[in-house]
């Protein structure tokens, strides 16, 4: 399936919504923010960050449909890749194309990655692409309404 990277369009953000609405991806993302539930919250969230210089955000295609999105955020030394596929895409490399060709817009090294520990899809895309786990911690998973174990994966 050919995966490709574009630049956000306005008419994207209602499927994105129901990408980021959806149940089971919460839960496996575990960390989730206001902007997962609220819509207000959703637009005020995307219009921050696709107006702020220092984020890199993309929508998805996958075979030329709006499959997902994916993002470098944060200062420097603290640069951070973030990734949401659309359920229906799931386990067809459309991850893994997402944060090579992510990986090929953003050149600071080294870049950071958390994820839950038991998102054992999300820690083998960042694995496929090079991060390594370098840390674990606890964090509050609000999808979850508890504290989970969650790793820190770097790209040296
Ligand atoms: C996690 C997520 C990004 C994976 O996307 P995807 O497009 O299915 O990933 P890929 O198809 O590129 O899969 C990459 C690898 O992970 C594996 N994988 C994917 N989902 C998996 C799962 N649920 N359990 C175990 N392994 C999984 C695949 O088998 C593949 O490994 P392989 O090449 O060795 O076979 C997607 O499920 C998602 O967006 N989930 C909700 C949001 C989220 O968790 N985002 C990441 C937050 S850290």
Redesign the pocket.
């Known amino acids: 399936m050919e995966v490709t990277l574009r630049e956000m369009r306005d008419s994207d953000l209602p499927v994105l919504w129901a990408q980021l609405s959806d149940e089971r991806?919460q839960h496996?993302?575990a960390v989730t923010r206001g902007y997962h539930y609220d819509r207000a919250a959703f637009d005020r969230h995307w219009g921050k960050v696709r107006s702020d210089p220092a984020v890199i955000v993309r929508t998805v295609l996958a075979g030329g449909e709006v499959a997902?999105h994916a993002a470098v955020f944060g200062p420097p030394g603290e640069r951070e890749v973030?990734?949401?596929?659309d359920r229906v895409?799931?386990?067809?490399?459309?991850?893994?194309?997402t944060l090579a060709a992510l990986l090929g817009l953003e050149h600071t090294r080294p870049l950071h990655?958390?994820?839950a520990a038991d998102?054992?899809?999300?820690i083998?895309?960042l694995e496929?692409c090079g991060f390594t786990i370098t840390g674990r911690g606890r964090v509050f998973a609000r999808a979850r309404g508890e504290e989970i174990d969650e790793v820190a994966l770097t790209l040296s």
């Open positions: 991806a496996m993302a997902g973030t990734y949401w596929v895409y799931w386990g067809r490399g459309v991850a893994t194309a990655a958390h994820a998102n054992s899809g999300s083998r895309v496929k």
